[in-house]
């Protein structure tokens, strides 16, 4: 049986009421607050080659830290968000959460432990989990329809690859061989509390006309319900792909440049920095303006293919730094995909309450997969097989997600005629 969900609230210039200015200042705070929580998450994988020695973790252990946080991310970020999308107050949960994670940071410095290091990630993920879907849900409100994909590629992408992939392994690397590791934790935790105060002063709750709209969507559905719907399906089986990509890459990379391919220190903030300027730069402009000209699909299937350059970049690195570099610098650029599986395509194929929801729905289901079991599959792997196995598993999984996009539903407004498509939900 089908019931028809009716045409969806559009999204868009019809239900903003402000100038395009708001937008664009929007768009700028959502992407620095992006950007500091991928800063704060991946600061302890450019810091585990110090780490490690110090408390004598295997790599068993050092992927159940990056799980351990990502369940928690998975959790927090459906359950959270599905209430904050019920009471629609975005602004006031985005700073208490921006708030919370930044504390974390500076706890994880104090740690005496695995078990206490462990604890403090644990809560970090907890408090990170809503807040890309949140930021996202505001995007998707605030955005009119022809730039939306470009609005998401920027908030997601350019925030998070500039400041957690680009300057993160700049500024922690040079903190802990100056200072320590544990200084550099404390150092991350700053940056975040000044954005929570900006996005108190600078960001609106939605209007309401906004939650007038919202108000109309009386029928509930169920995350069951929800997954029967085929692109959000189809979202989440490759955002389970493309995340195990993401995060294999965030905590074997470093380690793998320094132990095998005997890269220095620096040549590996150098290699780590080059990638993050991909994500920041091909992601959010390339990747996102293409969806909203050529349409989602055809763009998910070629950059998650292109995925597969950088763990192969690695794997074949001869000691020519400036070649790994560019093969480093092509693969990254399939970190685009990720505003366009995890925000344009759910946000265009569902009613407008379910915003947030079903783009945690799709972040959610792929932390679990590809954030949880991921790492700790691929660490022991490592531990039995050799650091050079989570590549491989890379590259399988970069054309795994390439395939399975294929049989997405075309979403792009330019490609389809409308800023939604009508909705179906089976049930």
Not at 59 to 68: H, R, V
Not at 128 to 157: D, T, W
Not at 213 to 219: F, I, L, N, Y
């Amino acid at each position: 049986m089908a019931v028809q969900c009716g045409p969806p609230v559009p999204i868009g210039p019809a239900m903003v009421s402000g100038s395009r200015g708001y937008e664009n200042r929007m768009v700028l705070l959502l992407c620095v607050s992006v950007g500091i929580v991928f800063f704060d998450r991946n600061a302890i994988n450019y810091l585990m080659p110090y780490i490690a020695p110090e408390m004598g973790v295997s790599n068993t252990q050092i992927g159940l830290l990056a799980s351990g946080l990502s369940l928690a991310w998975a959790i927090s970020g459906l359950g959270l968000a599905a209430l904050i999308d019920r009471t629609g107050q975005r602004r006031r949960w985005l700073v208490g959460l921006m708030v919370v994670f930044s504390l974390c940071s500076v706890v994880s410095g104090l740690a005496a432990g695995f078990v206490a290091l462990l604890a403090a990630r644990v809560v970090m993920g907890l408090a990170e989990g809503p807040i890309v879907p949140v930021a996202q849900s505001i995007v998707a409100l605030e955005s009119s329809p022809l730039r939306r994909g470009l609005n998401m590629g920027i908030v997601q992408n350019l925030g998070g690859g500039l400041l957690g992939q680009f300057v993160a392994p700049i500024v922690v690397v040079g903190l802990a061989q100056t200072y320590g590791w544990r200084v550099a934790f404390y150092v991350a935790g700053i940056p975040g509390l000044l954005l929570a105060l900006l996005c108190l002063l600078g960001l609106r709750e939605p209007s309401r006309r906004e939650r007038g709209a919202v108000g109309k969507e009386r029928r509930k559905y169920s995350i069951v319900q929800l997954l029967r719907v085929r692109n959000i399906w189809l979202c989440c089986v490759v955002s389970c792909l493309m995340l195990s990509w993401l995060v294999l890459g965030w905590v074997f990379m470093p380690l793998y440049m320094i132990r095998v391919a005997q890269i220095t220190e620096s040549g590996m903030s150098l290699l780590l920095a080059v990638m993050g300027l991909s994500g920041a730069l091909c992601g959010a402009f390339v990747a996102s303006s293409l969806s909203d000209r050529y349409g989602r699909k055809p763009v998910m299937v070629l950059f998650c293919l292109i995925g597969v350059l950088s763990p192969a970049g690695l794997l074949l690195h001869g000691g020519d730094l400036p070649v790994t570099a560019f093969m480093l610098f092509l693969g990254a650029s399939a970190a685009g995909t990720f505003p366009v599986f995890m925000a344009a395509i759910p946000s265009e194929s569902l009613p407008l309450r379910y915003l947030g929801t079903s783009m945690a729905l799709v972040s959610a289901v792929g932390e679990i997969v590809g954030g949880v079991c991921a790492p700790l599959f691929a660490g022991r792997g490592a531990d039995l097989y050799g650091l050079t196995f989570p590549l491989y598993m890379q590259v399988g999984l970069a054309i795994l997600a390439s395939v399975v996009s294929l049989f997405l539903l075309e979403t792009a407004p330019r490609i389809v005629g409308s800023a939604n498509l009508e909705h179906e939900i089976v049930i």
